[in-house]
Every structure is written in structure tokens, then in C-alpha cells.
């Protein structure tokens, strides 16, 4: 069963003040990791697509890292509209049947000014 | 462009009810998924379409779930007999279905079950 973990579940940060959020995954073959950003009252918005291990992809302060095993999402010098939660899902090659993702919980990123 | 369309965004309704949701996917887009966010919770998977046909049911909690899809467009979500544990936001998402194709969500539908 493909399981994803994401941690912490919750980070306070100050505005300017560098992070990173964890999701760490187990998945029979990995098709595609995503992130999305989700915004109060609203559905996931899409971020990210990494496909194999050591690719890495960057959007504004946002850069997201593969491995093997995780998935990073580096925060540089956040600003307040930063603060959402971040999920991240993976995709797995599921031999005919649904190509739906396996989400994570979320981190809950608050930046204050 | 327009993004996925889900109606009413809140439903309220008494236990034992039946309620049926509805997603406006991006035209085009020929898969559907419906998840189901509960607080506290990650995205539950309940339903795929592929066009109109659904080959994958297995998220469907309970069988007093059940989905439809027409035209390879609009998606109904309907739940019977409902109960409290069926409070939650369903999302409804949509993709063109292929590698770099990233599911596209709607606002989603807040239910409420008293």
C-alpha cells in the first residue's frame, strides 16, 4: 500500500526565515511525487511535479528535491503569503487501475511578519 | 482559462438525507477523481472516471455512495442516507491524463451532516 508522511505538521516561521518540509514516501513504483499548496476554504493548488530521483525544481522562493525514499520542499526567505498548508501526494504506475494520488496529512506553515 | 467547477460549495443537511454533489471538470480534461478531506485528515481517494466509465471504485466508503458521469463532463457525487461521519469536504479534480498532466482541483463541497 503506498503511504505518505509528511512532517513537521506544523512550523511557525518567521518572515525571511529559511525551511524545509518532509515527505517521506513508500510506493510500489513511483510515477510522479507531487506538491500542492492549499489555501483555506480552497482546493489544492498544484506546485510541483518531480519524477525521479535527484531532480529538482524551483518556483519563486519554493524549490522542491527528490530521493529515493523523500521529497524536500526548501522555503527561502518566506513572506506571509507563504502560509498554507503543503501536501504532497505520489503516483504510482498502477497497471490499468486509478491514477489517483496518496496524499499526505500536510504541513501547516504560518509565516509571521 | 475556467477551472473545476463544484456546486453548492456548503450543504447542510439532516442525518438520514440523501445530498448529491456536482463537479464542472476543465473541459477537456478526460479523468475525474473525487476525494473526500476530513479535518485533520489527508486527501481520501473515493472514485476515478475515465471518460464516463469508472474503473476504479474502490474508495467508496459505504455502497450508500455512488457516482455518475455524462457526456465525459459533469460528475455527481451522491451520497444516501447520510450520516454524521460523512461530514467532510469532497474535492473533485480533474487531468488530462497523461505524465505531465497534474490534477486540477475545485474549491470542493463542505458537508454538513446534523
Known amino acids: 500500500e503506498d503511504q505518505v508522511t509528511q512532517s513537521p505538521e506544523a512550523l511557525r516561521l518567521q518572515e525571511g526565515e529559511s525551511s524545509s518540509l518532509n515527505c517521506s514516501y513508500t510506493?510500489?513504483?513511483?510515477?510522479?511525487l507531487f506538491w500542492y499548496r492549499q489555501d483555506p476554504g480552497k482546493g489544492p493548488e498544484f506546485l510541483f511535479t518531480?519524477?525521479?530521483a535527484g531532480e529538482e525544481k524551483e518556483k519563486e522562493r519554493l524549490k522542491a528535491t527528490l530521493t529515493k525514499k523523500e521529497s524536500f520542499l526548501h522555503i527561502t526567505a518566506p513572506k506571509p503569503e507563504d502560509s498554507a498548508t503543503y501536501l504532497c501526494?505520489?503516483?504510482?504506475?498502477?497497471?490499468?487501475?486509478?491514477?489517483?494520488?496518496?496524499f499526505g496529512k500536510g504541513t501547516h506553515l504560518i509565516i509571521q511578519p | 482559462g475556467a477551472g473545476v467547477s463544484q456546486s453548492p460549495s456548503n450543504k447542510v443537511t439532516e442525518k438520514g438525507k440523501d445530498v448529491e454533489l456536482r463537479c464542472d471538470p476543465i473541459?477537456?480534461?478526460?479523468?475525474l477523481y473525487w476525494y473526500r478531506q476530513s479535518l485533520g485528515q489527508g486527501l481520501e481517494f473515493l472514485i476515478y472516471f475515465q471518460g464516463n466509465s469508472a474503473p476504479d471504485k474502490s474508495g467508496l466508503p459505504s455502497d450508500r455512495f455512488s457516482a455518475e458521469r455524462t457526456g465525459g463532463s459533469v460528475s455527481t457525487l451522491t451520497i444516501q442516507r447520510t450520516q454524521q461521519e460523512d461530514s467532510a469536504v469532497y474535492l473533485c479534480?480533474?487531468?488530462?491524463?497523461?505524465?505531465?498532466?497534474?490534477?486540477?482541483f475545485g474549491n470542493g463541497t463542505r458537508l454538513t451532516v446534523t
Open positions: 501526494a505520489v503516483q504510482a504506475y498502477s497497471g490499468g487501475g486509478a491514477d489517483g494520488l496518496t
Open positions: 479534480a480533474s487531468s488530462l491524463r497523461d505524465r505531465d498532466s497534474p490534477l486540477h
Open positions: 518531480l519524477y525521479s
Open positions: 510506493v510500489s513504483g513511483l510515477r510522479g
Open positions: 473541459s477537456g480534461h478526460t479523468a
